[in-house]
């Protein structure tokens, strides 16, 4: 008996297997959601900041309440650009998009924002970062993540309250969590926004628009996008 080509047909056969392994991972989840945080800012003293986000999120392809989060936090500013954070937040998110069974998460975090204007401030831009210890259901030891989020607005020129305004997240886990293996050290998820926003007054303003957000999860877990239609309010005193 002959073995000549052996050798080549297991390299094919090794090279299809490795092929096919690296496809096994399923094609990504999809899902159309609404966000609408509302988000309060209070300058409390010379220095002292208060801050207050109410934001429901409805998924499922816009069905049901899949979140509500509520997030206080206390600022300081260092001048009239940078201010330090430090705040907490409870997150009640469903066990599945159409669960009525919802989990809570504890969060702490701390961080700091980078505010400035150019182009006679007609031009906004914003760098937040904030790091995140998540005290998750199930789970003795915290999930840390680092996120860091850039943020423009352009006022448009004449005088009108209307603005473009575009931002940029990226989330990144900074350790690996024994008990839930899609929750491990590497970039998590990422965040891009384009919207409009209109100011009633100084003090109110709303905008609106699309953000997607895409979750990067560990294989055989598929990946997850989100088509989001998000709407803020902001109000500032």
Known sequence: MSFTGQPKRIKIFMIAALLVSTNLKAAPHSDFQAWIPVNLNVKLTEQLRGFLELQPRVGNDMSHLTSMMIRPAIGWAINKNVTLWVGYLMSADSVTPDSDTYRIENRAFQGFTWKDTANDKQFIWEVRN????????????????????????????????????????????????????????????????????YRFAPEFQVESGYLYQHVWKNSPVADQNNNVWMSNLNVNF
């Open 130 to 197: 904030r790091l995140e210890e998540r005290f998750l259901p199930r789970n003795t030891d915290p999930s840390i993540r680092w996120r860091t989020r850039l943020r423009v607005e352009q006022l448009i020129p004449g005088g009108s309250r209307w603005s473009v305004i575009a931002s940029e997240e990226i989330f990144f886990n900074l350790n690996d969590n024994a008990n839930n293996a899609q929750l491990q050290a590497g970039a998590q998820q990422n965040r891009l926004y384009l919207g409009v926003g």
